[in-house]
């Protein structure tokens, strides 16, 4: 089973539309964050969120973290081919020894 | 300056062999991680080092051994290669706690044949 859901696992879109990108777990983290994945790279993090209820905007991005922390959203508005790529939610929660619990990622495209 | 950076970038080897994976950060950061990430882009930690403590994923099997010669490095070193050990490797550092923020560094993929 899987500690963190993600949801969808890919994502193809025209540029401008919107899209949010879901990750979901029946436990409570301490903290959840975002990365983006690009081809041949390793994944650069978007952003941190720690408290219940938190919403944090980076440019076209906004992020919400859950009320009850047991799970997170990123929402993309307007996208563009420049945000394709492979988004990575990430988590800690009491039992992973302080280590991040990756979901499984979704694969965004943006065509233009 | 790469923040963290890891030799070799590809590796293509027998099944049975000894191979070793460098990484170094030159960030100052106290903890250094391995993932490994599968096909399917899941991305699973592996060890988390710094200089008090080793922890371990309990998952990962004793062929898998981590090195660090300072704080700077920690070198992943696998024996007798299997075929399921092909995926990409990634090091990672953080300042101090894994909540820190983790700077990745490229990958290695491992490919066994």
């Known amino acids: 089973t899987q500690l963190l859901e993600q949801s969808p696992q890919f994502l193809s879109i025209q540029e401008g539309e919107n899209l949010t990108v879901y990750c979901n777990s029946s436990?409570?983290?301490?903290?959840l964050q975002w990365y983006r994945q690009e081809p041949g790279e390793g994944p650069v993090l978007l952003v941190t969120v720690v408290t219940g209820g938190e919403v944090k905007k980076l440019k076209r991005l906004t992020f919400q973290f859950g009320d009850a922390r047991k799970d997170s959203s990123l929402h993309i508005t307007a996208a563009q081919p420049g945000d394709t790529g492979l988004y990575l939610c990430?988590?800690?929660?009491?039992?992973?020894?302080?280590?991040?619990?990756f979901g499984k990622g979704t694969k965004l495209s943006v065509k233009p | 300056d790469t923040a963290v950076s890891q030799t070799p970038k590809y590796l293509v080897t027998q099944m049975g062999n000894d191979k070793s994976i460098k990484c170094e950060q030159n960030l100052g950061h106290d903890t250094m991680y391995w993932y490994k990430q599968d096909s399917k882009k899941f991305l699973k930690i592996m060890f988390s080092y710094n200089n008090k403590e080793l922890i371990i994923n309990e998952t990962v099997p004793n062929r898998f051994s981590p090195k660090s010669p300072d704080k700077a490095h920690l070198n992943l070193h696998i024996n007798s290669l299997e075929l399921g050990d092909s995926a990409v490797y990634f090091c990672?550092?953080?300042?101090?706690?894994?909540?820190?923020?983790?700077?990745f560094g490229p990958g290695t993929r491992l490919t066994v044949l």
């Open positions: 990430a988590g800690q929660y009491r039992g992973s020894q302080g280590n991040l619990i």
């Open positions: 436990s409570v983290f301490s903290s």
């Open positions: 990672a550092s953080s300042q101090v706690h894994p909540s820190d923020t983790q700077y």
